[in-house]
């Protein structure tokens, strides 16, 4: 059965490799490349959809790549994402250079799909590598200095994360002499040194810039603004997420902090705990006073990877305890709901910038008059993330702080709630603009078919999810890593 | 097991959007189609009325219950769990009557984004019933957010010049009282967490379980959800914004349904669940509701738009609510919650039929101001015969059983402290405002040539809807009461 993860894998690959020989055809042809992909990309969402729900543990390419249900989840949601970007962008991506926009998105998501199953960190490493570079191109695929920008400061600040993680991979194996991540938790288990702290505050950085965690999110706003806002999907729902999957695949493992410094303070549930806790706050108190919705929802982007956070701590706290499968289930549904929510509200966002040329919450005024679908589907995202009932968001954002609401960590669920609370301002806020202002005109702007069907699916699930949850929470619990 | 409550709630959701596609496919037809949706709610709630009345659920038990799992997981689990009792069979019942009125009333206030409106209106209806039927926190919770949605959007696009800073102050009020309701049930459910029970979050299981020491916190934080909703000043002041802005329609819901949300919850969550903690401070909160009584009372005076002075009429007769209810919990006198729910009850229609009316006076005269609204009586007959009826009602004349409620709510008053006795000046201070309202816009004489703008008589028709059954319970009182001795008997404990 794990020869349908090779075969989703070579799918891909061949794909990513094949689409830019339609280059060579001229005119309107080149909108193929769209098509092909998103074909793939449901194949392999089905290959691995199917493996997911049969799984069979066999040992696949070595021991380089696991098969466990936490990668399966991670594959179908980044996959998930970049097949409703490459279905968007059958509209919005015009111009000479289409088929190679679609090869580098399917290596991207060849990268995410490995990345997703990794268990060895130089396997993590190379596909952390290839997930990243081709989003450096697309990033900067618009031809505008802004785009370009946008593209040399990820880029740069995308090495220099790839830098740290490297070199806390070649600590790990120096103190170890093994790049097999179980090998590297028991060693550092068996032997805590200083180093293996710093190699876990390495690793901590290095995820840290794509998870958006505050103090490594400066780069987000600039870069989701100056993108194409539909790569900005793909770096807001789907890369970030490959984010996480390292992180709970390497960092939870790590609990050798507190035993190296013997510093009742300076562990690791308290670290991240402190980060969850400034990521949701700056995330949330940033996006009230930002005028473009590009950087509105790329401050919303980053509160939410605060919430996301919360369910790490209980895990590295305690493993094995109730409260940690709690807070890794929320967690992982909330990875899911949030690649849902803010996956659609990008996408919204792009199809604005495309059809009214303006990104300013000024072009919101009255949407709702204008581009109906897109406006009540960007309300309830905006609804779901700032996570009222009974949409999506909700069900994670109660799990993750019901699994820290008892115990040392009880004030962040507290400030959980009440930065969910806050939040609602600013997401209100964008709707009332939708619903309760005039717009500059009342003509009706044309919303392409591609764009509604990418809606009417979100929504499906955003409502789906919100109103039987049971089905995700089962499948978000058994991805929980087992503790070590 | 029963499915009644069930229909309750889901007929509404299913008919919103059958009536948006309808509305939008004909006009006229949808209307109809609503009408006879929001008929068809009421008679399955008048049902279940008639069913708690004529076999009361006895002290801390419900009836038609309906439980099953929601979402197992292990260490978190959540039920399914609908139920009524003598509290919230009225308040249902009084929730989809006044749907049918409203929608009845919209098609003559309403011009703009008809199916929208439509479909939002149930919506709102579905998660009231749901609000009023849910023995589960979560579930409770989850009700009490979809509210919002709805009306939000109502304030915000049908509402008056001020709508979206109206619409605005009303969801971060509501929103941020409910998250901090979410975060004390999430503390009851933590706390009551011990190793090897199964905790829950059912209203039924929790109650009377509850150590004392888990009650304050909790108190607090559902206080200030309801006390928002209710609104009890000083939590009141997105409630003038947003019902002088929203459509008169939606004002009846919002005084008639809304507020009821808060009176409901303290009844049944803040005094069902932590009776120590709320027997303890029971004063505080007979101060507050004395407070917002004579508040809502002395600022309906001043105001000069009618809209505006009705809907401070609503804090008053709320605080009469929370007063009751914490009465009988100092004093044992079972009228006291009898009372509040009557009150309730009352309210809705009395005040519902006062905004209903403000909002075709509005239509007919160009404006709600009192000084300018001259003559009436001459003017617009038919309505000015209304209004007197509707201000009547307002403050508690009988043969309006208004007179009622609050008379046992100030006797449960008096019961608790001699002194609660200045109470009785809130209905006097009412009585005036209303009379010298009364004096200024329907005895006065016209300006210039009266034109005549008046209610047509399917319109008037409709206000005795609202008026009829408040006579009707004066002297059919024990329909609403006997069932609430059981809920008042149960809330005040065995002391």
């Known amino acids: 059965m794990v020869d349908l993860l090779t075969a989703a894998t070579a799918l891909l690959g061949a794909t990513a490799l094949l689409l830019p020989l339609l280059q060579l055809r001229k005119g309107g042809k080149q909108a193929t490349a769209g098509y092909v992909l998103a074909a793939v990309l449901g194949a392999v969402m089905g290959l691995v959809g199917w493996f997911t729900l049969h799984p069979t543990p066999v040992p696949w390419f070595g021991s380089l790549l696991s098969d466990d249900q936490l990668g399966g989840v991670f594959a179908l949601v980044t996959i998930g994402v970049t097949l409703m970007v490459t279905i968007a962008s059958f509209t919005y991506q015009k111009g000479p250079n289409t088929p190679v926009y679609y090869s580098l998105l399917s290596f991207t998501a060849l990268g995410m799909l490995l990345l997703s199953y990794s268990q060895n960190l130089l396997m993590l490493f190379v596909a952390w590598e290839l997930m990243s570079l081709p989003t450096y191109v697309l990033a900067g695929f618009d031809k505008k200095l802004r785009s370009n920008e946008a593209s040399v400061k990820y880029a740069i600040i995308g090495a220099m994360s790839s830098a740290i993680i490297l070199y806390a991979i070649s600590l790990a194996y120096g103190l170890t002499g093994s790049v097999q991540i179980s090998d590297v938790v028991s060693g550092f288990r068996a032997q805590p040194t200083a180093l293996a702290g710093v190699a876990t505050l390495l690793f901590v950085a290095g995820f840290g810039f794509k998870m958006s965690i505050v103090p490594f999110h400066m780069w987000i706003p600039d870069a989701y603004e100056g993108a194409p806002t539909t790569i900005t999907t793909v770096l807001a729902a789907a890369t970030k997420k490959a984010g996480f999957v390292a992180a709970i695949r390497v960092l939870l493992a790590l609990t050798t902090l507190y035993v190296v410094t013997q510093n009742p303070y300076f562990t690791l549930p308290n670290i991240l705990a402190v980060l969850a806790l400034l990521t949701m706050t700056v995330g949330n108190v940033s996006a009230l006073t930002q005028r473009s919705m590009t950087r509105l929802l790329a401050y919303s982007s980053i509160a939410q990877a605060g919430y996301i956070l919360i369910g790490f701590v209980p895990f590295s706290l305690a493993p094995a305890s109730g409260a940690a499968a709690l807070g890794m289930t929320g967690s992982i549904l909330h990875v899911i709901n949030h690649a849902v929510m803010k996956g659609v509200a990008f996408l919204c966002a792009a199809l604005v910038l495309m059809q009214l040329k303006r990104a300013d919450l000024g072009a919101y005024n009255g949407l709702a008059k204008r581009m109906p679908v897109t406006a009540f589907t960007m309300a309830i995202a905006l609804f779901a993330l700032a996570g009222v009932p009974p949409l999506s968001g909700f069900w994670s954002k109660l799990l993750l702080f019901l699994s820290v609401a008892n115990g040392p960590y009880g004030w962040l669920a507290v400030a959980g709630i009440l930065n969910s609370a806050f939040s609602l301002g600013y997401y209100a806020w964008i709707v009332k603009r939708m619903y309760a202002d005039d717009p500059d005109s009342s003509e009706r702007v044309k919303e392409p078919f591609w764009f509604v069907v990418v809606f009417a699916v979100a929504v499906g699930l955003i409502i789906g999810i919100g109103l039987f949850p049971q089905g995700a929470i089962n499948f978000a619990a058994g991805a929980v890593p087992q503790a070590p | ?495």
Not at chain 2, 99 to 123: M, Q, W
Not at chain 2, 146 to 160: A, E, K, Q, R, S
Request: aromatic share 16%; charged share 10%.
């Open chain 2, 1 to 495: 097991m029963s499915f009644v409550l069930s229909l309750l709630v889901f007929i509404p959701l299913v008919a919103a959007p059958l009536v948006y596609l309808a509305t939008r496919w004909n006009r006229k037809g949808g209307i109809y189609f609503s009408v006879a949706a929001a008929i068809l709610v009421f008679l399955v709630s008048a049902y279940v009325f008639w069913g708690v009345y004529s076999s009361p659920p006895l002290p801390g038990q419900y009836s038609f219950v309906e439980k099953s799992t929601w979402i197992s997981f292990p260490s978190f689990s959540l039920n399914y769990f609908l139920g009524v009792d003598g509290l919230s069979s009225p308040l249902l019942f009084i929730s989809s009557l006044l749907t049918v009125l409203v929608i009845f009333g919209s098609r003559k206030l309403i011009d703009s984004h008809e199916p929208e409106y439509y479909a939002l209106i149930f919506l709102f209806e579905g998660a009231i019933m749901g609000v009023f039927t849910s023995l589960n926190l979560i579930l409770f919770y989850v009700f009490w957010e979809i509210v919002l949605i709805p009306m939000f959007f109502f304030i915000g696009v049908w509402g008056g010049p001020r709508r979206k800073y109206a619409a605005m102050k009303f969801i971060i009020f509501t929103y941020a009282g409910s998250t901090i309701m979410l975060l004390g049930f999430l503390y009851v459910y933590l706390g009551m967490l011990t190793p090897g029970s199964a905790p829950s979050f059912d209203i039924p299981t929790l109650a009377g379980h509850i150590p004392v020491g888990l009650q304050y916190l909790p108190l607090l934080a559902s206080f200030i959800g309801f006390a928002v909703k209710l609104p009890l000043v000083p939590f009141h002041t997105w409630l003038p914004d947003a019902h002088v802005e929203a459509p008169a329609p939606i004002s009846v819901l919002l005084a008639g349904v809304l507020l009821k949300m808060g009176g409901y919850g303290f009844l049944r969550i803040s005094i069902g669940l932590f009776p120590n903690a709320s027997a303890q401070y029971a004063w505080v909160f007979l101060a507050l509701g004395l407070i917002s009584m004579f508040y809502g009372a002395i600022a309906a005076v001043l105001q000069k738009d009618l809209k505006k002075m009705i809907a401070f009429t609503s804090i008053n007769h709320m605080g009469f609510v929370l007063f009751g209810a914490y009465a009988t919990l100092i004093s044992g006198n079972l009228l006291g919650i009898q009372g509040a729910i009557f009150q309730m009850f009352t309210h809705g229609l009395a005040v519902g039929s006062l905004f209903m009316l403000s909002g075709y006076i509005h239509h007919q005269a160009g404006t709600r101001e009192i000084p300018l609204l001259k003559g009436m009586k001459t003017t617009m007959p038919r309505t000015a015969a209304v209004l007197v009826l509707g201000s009547a009602a307002a403050m508690g004349l009988p043969p309006f059983s208004s007179f009622l409620a609050e008379f046992m709510v100030i006797v449960a008053g008096i019961s608790a402290y001699g002194i609660a006795a200045i109470s009785i000046l809130v209905p006097v201070i009412t009585a005036g405002y209303f009379l010298w309202t009364i004096k200024r816009t329907v005895l006065s004489d016209a300006e210039g040539t009266p034109e005549v703008h008046d209610l047509s008589w399917g319109d008037v028709a409709a206000f005795a809807g609202y008026l009829v059954p408040l006579v009707v319970l004066i002297v059919f009182s024990y329909l609403i009461l006997t069932p609430a001795l059981p809920v008042a008997s149960y809330l005040r404990g065995p002391g």
